[in-house]
C-alpha cells in the first residue's frame, strides 16, 4: 500500500492539536530496550529485538525493491540477510547515544548495508548460519517511489496496523468487540461502493443512530492515542512524535 493511500486512510486521525512533542517522563518502550540490549544478550533483550524486526521487516523488503537493481526472490533474501544481522547485533550495538528516531537510524543503517552488501560479491550466501525471520508476502511499493519514500511507506503501514490490532484487542478485552467492527466496516475497510450511512449502520450493529456517532468518536480518538504510543515506541527521549507522525502521513 503506497504512503498516499495510508494517508488517505487515516485522515481522520491526524488531529494535530493532540500530538505531542519530545516526552519529558520517558517511558520504558522497545526504544529504550533496543538501547539496552545493543550490547547485551539477555534472553528478554533478545526477545524485544526479535519482535521489533519482525515487526518491521516489510519496510526494509520495500526499500530494497523500491531500489529496482534485484528480483523479488532476492529482495527478500537480502532483507532476512539484514534482519538477522541487525539481530546479532552488527548494526544496533553502533546505536549513538543522542539518536531521536529508530525509523531513521534503521533507514540508514540499511542504505550502509546495502552498499556493504554490494562491495562484497563472495560474501557467504545470504542468511547462512543465522537466524530465520520468518517474511510474509507483502506489497511491491509504487512504481515512482524512492527507496526512502517506500521504506517509510512500508513503516507507515506497519505503525497503522499494529495501532489497529492494539485498538481489536483492548476492544475485545473490554467484551466491546462490536466496536471495533463498526469502526472496521465504517473507517478501516469500508465496501468498494463506500461507507454506509450511520442509519444503515444502526440497523446492521443493533445501535441507536446516536451510539454509531458516539462509538466511532471513541474508537477513532483511541486508535489517535495508539498509534502515537507506537510511534513513542519507536523515538528516543528527544524524539518529537508529532513530527514523527506528520512526516510519516503528510
Not at 524485544?48 to 534485484?70: F, I, N, Q
Not at 543465522?130 to 506497519?158: I, K, M, Q, S, Y
Not at 463498526?182 to 450493529?205: I, K, M, Q, V
Amino acid at each position: 500500500m503506497s504512503l498516499p493511500t495510508i494517508a488517505v486512510r487515516i485522515r481522520f486521525l491526524m488531529d494535530e492539536t493532540t500530538l505531542g512533542g519530545p516526552d519529558r517522563a520517558f517511558p520504558a518502550t522497545r526504544w529504550s530496550i533496543i538501547r539496552q540490549a545493543a550490547g547485551g544478550s539477555a534472553p528478554a533483550s533478545r526477545a524485544a529485538l526479535d519482535e521489533l524486526v519482525r515487526l518491521y521487516w516489510k519496510p526494509v523488503y520495500a526499500y530494497l525493491r523500491a531500489t529496482r537493481t534485484m528480483s523479488n526472490d532476492d529482495a527478500k533474501d537480502l532483507t532476512q540477510e539484514f534482519l538477522a544481522a541487525s539481530i546479532e547485533g552488527g548494526f544496533f550495538a553502533r546505536l549513538p547515544g543522542d539518536l531521536a528516531s529508530f525509523r531513521r537510524y534503521l533507514r540508514g543503517a540499511l542504505r550502509l548495508f546495502l552498499l556493504e552488501s554490494r562491495r562484497d560479491a563472495s560474501a557467504e550466501k545470504r542468511g547462512g548460519g543465522r537466524a530465520v525471520v520468518p517474511l510474509e508476502d507483502a506489497d511491491a511499493p509504487a512504481e515512482n517511489a524512492t527507496p526512502e519514500e517506500a521504506f517509510d511507506a512500508g513503516w507507515a503501514h506497519a505503525l497503522l496496523d499494529q495501532a489497529v490490532r492494539d485498538l481489536r484487542d483492548e476492544l475485545d478485552r473490554a467484551g466491546r468487540p462490536a466496536h471495533f467492527r463498526l469502526l472496521d466496516r465504517y473507517d478501516l475497510n469500508p465496501p468498494a461502493s463506500g461507507a454506509p450511512t450511520y442509519a444503515e449502520l444502526a440497523r446492521e450493529f443493533g445501535f441507536k443512530e446516536t451510539d454509531v456517532t458516539n462509538h466511532l468518536r471513541a474508537c477513532r480518538q483511541r486508535l489517535r492515542e495508539l498509534i502515537e504510543k507506537r510511534v513513542r515506541d519507536t523515538l528516543g527521549p528527544e524524539g518529537d512524535a508529532g513530527a514523527e507522525i506528520r512526516e510519516l502521513f503528510r
